[in-house]
């Protein structure tokens, strides 16, 4: 028993006297204004462009799709009353078939659009998030969160990632929101 008792407090003379356990590092945070970022960058407005463009090329074709549809139709109503009814059946059958090609060109384009203007989307974040993680570095922070998700301390790192992304670009003019 002596022993016992001697053994624990020898573990807690050395115990008490030995240096402190290492404190875990500063954890520095900074946040961010994302919404800002994207909007503030020059390529956004650029993507914008380059997707309006792409989606006006299309509508386009669909337009002209949809005007052949149109002058069918017109045509077989001129000439109606002078078809048999196996020309009217064969007539409307292709006129629904145009129909139901056109909806599908429709569908085709708006999935296109939407893929594109997503995997454009991904890009730009990946560029924005990469130059985050460098002035996150650069600046001694090891954590960033959307400004959103932060209630009180952190430092905003909004305008440096922005400055940084826009390194020897003009910024985009900010557009007035809601016409104001």
């Known amino acids: 028993m002596k022993v016992l008792l001697v ?14 356990a290492a404190a875990p590092a500063p954890f520095a945070i900074a946040y961010v204004d994302f919404q800002k970022i994207v909007q503030s960058y020059y390529k956004t407005e650029e993507l ?19 005007k052949a549809l149109d002058d069918m139709e017109k045509e077989y109503k001129a000439k109606e009353s002078t078809l048999t009814t196996e020309q009217k059946q064969s007539q409307e059958v292709s006129l629904n078939n145009k129909m139901m090609e056109l909806q599908e060109m429709g569908k085709k384009y708006d999935e296109e659009m939407q893929n594109l203007q997503s995997d454009e989307f991904n890009k730009l974040k990946a560029e924005i998030q990469t130059v985050m993680k460098t002035v996150a570095d650069k600046e001694g922070f090891s954590v960033i969160v959307e400004k959103n ?30 016409g104001k």
């Not at 053994?7 to 402190?20: E, G, Q």
């Not at 462009?49 to 509508?59: F, M």
């Not at 440096?160 to 809601?178: D, F, M, R, S």
């Open 7 to 20: 053994l624990i407090a020898l573990m807690f003379s050395i115990t008490a006297f030995s240096a402190p």
């Open 149 to 178: 998700v932060i209630y009180i301390g952190g430092t905003d790192l909004t305008d440096k990632v922005i400055e940084t992304l826009n390194v020897g670009h003009k910024a985009p003019e900010k557009k007035p929101v809601n």
């Open 48 to 66: 914008s462009q380059a997707l309006q463009g792409k989606a006006q090329e299309r509508q386009k074709k669909f337009e002209a799709s949809k």
